[in-house]
């Protein structure tokens, strides 16, 4: 069965660079949803859609963005990258309106140097 | 609106027992739990709906009481595979949380 699809699977970038970060759901899910979790910590929720319109905004900085395509994938973008988005980004589908379970990619493990 | 889970951390001898409290603060639709090993994504345990039903999953069940929007986890006989960190997830509507996380730690 189809499954999350997230790539990269590493990233790695310098400081003050950008990064897109890329989440192909799996087919006829709704939702789809960004998480960022830091070494020890647990996810925290960063931003989400239903149906291609963001639904919901948590913790997201400025310097990033996101948006859900026309083929549903979706992609985050993050610029003037600092040392403190090192981290695991996860994304999730679900088909949220079902109160179905999310299912995860395998994430992207960002580093910035 | 990040669902406050107790305990935060939990170390257990192989084939004790643990219960782990997830509440919020909303009104909830359902309760998920998740199991999460060190690097990798979370593994969906199971879903709770609301009505207060309990369900069960090999030797790991829960139970969620939608009026007071808390949910339990018991993990009975606990094995070494059952180490990681927990989080409940809790549906609101058109939001999704999880919880701050319970680590478990099972030892021989």
């Known amino acids: 069965a189809a499954g999350v699809i997230q790539s990269p699977r590493h990233l790695i970038k310098e400081k003050r660079e950008t990064a897109t970060l890329k989440c192909y759901p799996i087919?006829?899910?709704?939702?789809v949803y960004w998480y960022q979790q830091g070494p020890g910590q647990d996810p925290q929720f960063l931003i989400s859609?239903?149906?291609?319109?963001?639904?919901d905004k948590g913790s997201i900085p400025d310097r990033f963005s996101a948006q859900q395509f026309s083929d549903y994938h979706s992609e985050l973008n993050m610029s003037s990258l600092e040392l403190g988005d090192s981290a695991l980004y996860f994304c999730?589908?679900?088909?949220?309106?079902?109160?179905?379970?999310?299912?995860f990619g395998s994430g992207t493990q960002l580093s910035v140097l | 609106q990040q669902p406050v889970q107790s305990p935060q951390a939990v170390i257990l001898r192989e084939g004790e027992d643990a219960v782990i409290n997830c509440s919020s603060s909303?009104?909830?639709?359902?309760v998920h739990w998740y199991r999460q090993k060190h690097g990798e994504a979370p593994v969906f345990l199971m879903i709770?709906?609301?009505?207060?039903e309990q369900k069960g999953h090999e030797k790991i069940s829960a139970s969620f009481n939608e009026k007071k929007q808390q949910s339990s986890l018991y993990l009975t006989a606990s094995q070494l595979s059952y180490s990681g960190t927990y989080f409940c997830?809790?549906?609101?509507?058109?939001?999704?949380?999880f919880g701050t996380g319970t680590s478990l730690t099972v030892i021989p």
């Open positions: 909303k009104a909830l639709y359902s």
């Open positions: 709770l709906l609301k009505g207060g």
């Open positions: 087919p006829r899910h709704d939702t």
């Open positions: 859609f239903y149906e291609k319109m963001q639904s």
């Open positions: 997830g809790t549906d609101t509507g058109n939001q999704f949380y």
């Open positions: 999730a589908s679900s088909q949220l309106r079902r109160r179905e379970k999310l299912f």
